[in-house]
């Protein structure tokens, strides 16, 4: 079935690396996606991955995705305060449509 | 701003009605979207039309139902609402048919039953 999944909560000093897991279910996923949402706002792309790459880095974004395992990680380089929001993965699969996890909430504190 | 724009922004509504939620893709997009997010269930994908056409569906009620115009702007309608049908829906576009197939979320619709 379709589940992706996720952290809950991610608490880091300002400066620091984040890094954010998720874990999906279907190993047919052509690409993966990372959200971000900030309070009262709608979701905003961050960056993709393709399923046969296994980093991708987008300045301070890397994307980590071990396709053996259905792992998939975001790190943010230099955590900032205007970082701190909901990050969300999501999974497509051969449809069109996104299967989002469950989002985990970033807290960057000084 | 990603260009994809919904209205209205909040709506407050009593149980046994029925709404009408608007979008408006990013020009040129022939898909759209809609999810909704809520605090028990996530954010959840609903339905897909690709140039007025239906192309995937998810976890929608029957209550509920959409449509794609010929203009590409789409509609979301909500029926016979329940206070589980509180929630921010939200409406996203794509080109259509690409393999990145990357969706443009709109600021989505809060939506209150009461």
């Known amino acids: 079935g379709e589940d992706v999944e996720q952290s809950l909560f991610l608490s880091v000093r300002e400066g620091d690396s984040s890094v954010i897991n998720c874990t999906y279910t279907?190993?047919?996923?052509?690409?993966l996606y990372w959200y971000k949402q900030e309070p009262g706002a709608g979701l905003q792309l961050l960056t993709y991955i393709f399923s046969n790459m296994d980093m991708k880095q987008d300045q301070r974004l890397t994307v980590l995705l071990n396709k053996k395992d259905k792992h998939l990680s975001l790190r943010i380089a230099d955590t900032q305060t205007g970082d701190s929001a909901i990050y969300f993965c999501a999974e497509k699969e051969d449809t069109d449509k996104l299967i989002f996890g469950t989002g985990t909430r970033l807290q960057v504190f000084p | 701003d990603s260009g994809v724009t919904q209205t209205p922004k909040h709506l407050i509504t009593a149980t046994g009605q029925r709404v009408t939620l608007r979008c408006s893709p990013r020009s040129g997009d022939l898909s759209v979207y809609w999810y909704q997010q809520s605090l028990d269930q996530g954010l959840q994908f609903l339905i897909q039309?690709?140039?007025?056409?239906?192309?995937a569906k998810g976890n929608i009620l029957e209550r509920f139902s959409a449509q794609q115009f010929p203009d590409l702007h789409s509609e979301l309608n909500l029926s016979s609402l329940e206070l589980g049908d509180s929630a921010l829906y939200f409406c996203?576009?794509?080109?259509?048919?690409?393999?990145?197939?990357?969706?443009?979320f709109g600021p989505g619709t809060r939506l209150t039953v009461l």
């Open positions: 279907d190993s047919s996923s052509t690409y």
């Open positions: 996203a576009s794509s080109v259509g048919r690409l393999a990145d197939n990357e969706q443009f």
């Open positions: 039309y690709y140039n007025g056409e239906e192309r």
